[in-house]
């Protein structure tokens, strides 16, 4: 947030008390410091696998882009300033700076998973109007010793907690439950029960890709449920209990639960490696100079256009990842004029 996480905005008090010793400074920026390389590097790749591969070009795609654009933006603008100024109590960066902290800081969009465009602008517009009131109240406060940067509200004892309430149920509580009750519904559809008389290999595939992608979503939502549960939680309770703000050890629960929410912005880009087989076909793509990766023609594969080019998907025959890397070798493929000459195997997988 914007306003001094210690929550000590008073002129009597001349010392930063805040001040830590360099080991227990080092350790956090150490931290921070990961959290920030992961989320740049990682979220760096996904981008690159959406944007340069057509067949990563689909609607949940381009909510994963625009959720790791936001994830680039936070890890990038937003973490190490936190830290400095969470860590010391002093704010370094001027009023302008401090401004654009509360906009950007914890009103990034998250969750999106069934529209297209106009959905992604209307995320963005919610963010911007309900972080205004925190843009246009922010200041900054020169004491003798330092500087603070903080929101200043009309009602300094009520507008802040009223605030973080709000903010809490509209772009926390609201997301979460909606996001709930869809999956289930989803759940209960794919899970539930097939199509009587489509035992198609093709029907199955389907499928399975969209029990895939379902899951991984859902994956996707928890974490971020887990990482800013504390946040939250932590502005509520320093609201309803103000001498909570001046315990000594709040300076570390608050860079604690801050750390938290920040590596949010880290997670998304493992969960899609581990869950999905095209970005980690992109992920193996981009570290294959590593020794220990290996990039297969399965992966190349699947991150072409179509897995087989010529015929059509449902007259292919599947292919086993031994079939598919001796068709990468001798450009044959399956289609409806030699079925016979084809091994009897089962469909090609999508997920």
């Known amino acids: 947030m914007a306003s001094d996480p210690n929550g000590s905005i008073s002129s009597r008090s001349p010392a930063n008390q805040f001040v830590q010793p360099a080991w227990r400074v080092a350790l956090w920026a150490l931290a921070y410091c990961a959290v920030l390389g992961v989320a740049l590097l990682g979220n760096a790749v996904v981008i690159w696998i959406i944007v340069a591969h057509k067949r990563m070009r689909t609607v949940t795609n381009y909510f994963l882009l625009n959720l790791a654009l936001c994830d680039v933006s936070t890890a990038a603008f937003n973490t190490l300033v936190n830290l400095i100024y969470a860590a010391h109590g002093d704010w370094y960066f001027g009023e302008d700076y401090c401004r654009y902290m509360a906009i950007i800081h914890p009103l990034k969009p998250h969750l999106s998973a069934k529209a297209t465009l106009a959905v992604i602008m209307a995320i963005w517009s919610l963010a911007v109007v309900l972080a205004f009131p925190l843009c246009y109240f922010s200041t900054i406060r020169v004491l003798p010793h330092r500087t603070l940067c903080y929101v200043a509200w009309p009602r300094m004892a009520d507008d802040a907690f009223m605030y973080h309430i709000i903010v809490t149920v509209l772009v926390y509580v609201v997301p979460l439950v909606v996001m709930g009750i869809t999956y289930s519904i989803i759940g209960m559809t794919l899970w539930g029960g097939e199509i009587p008389g489509d035992t198609s290999d093709n029907y199955h595939g389907q499928l399975r890709a969209k029990r895939k992608i379902v899951k991984m ?101 599947t292919l086993s990842r031994v079939d598919t890397s001796i068709l990468s070798k001798d450009k044959s493929v399956c289609s409806r004029g030699n079925r016979s000459k084809c091994k009897p195997e089962p469909a090609c997988k999508e997920s």
């Open 217 to 317: 979503m859902m994956v996707v939502v928890m974490t971020f449920a887990f990482c800013w549960l504390p946040y939250h939680v932590y502005f509520i309770v320093t609201g309803l209990n103000k001498r909570l703000s001046k315990w000594k050890s709040i300076q570390q629960v608050y860079l604690a639960v801050l750390w938290l929410a920040m590596s949010s912005t880290m997670y998304n880009p493992m969960i899609y490696c581990c869950l999905n087989s095209k970005f980690r076909a992109g992920f193996k793509q981009v570290f294959r100079w590593c020794p220990f990766i290996r990039m297969s023609s399965y992966d190349e594969l699947e991150l072409q256009n179509r897995r087989l080019r010529p015929g059509h998907q449902s007259s292919m025959c």
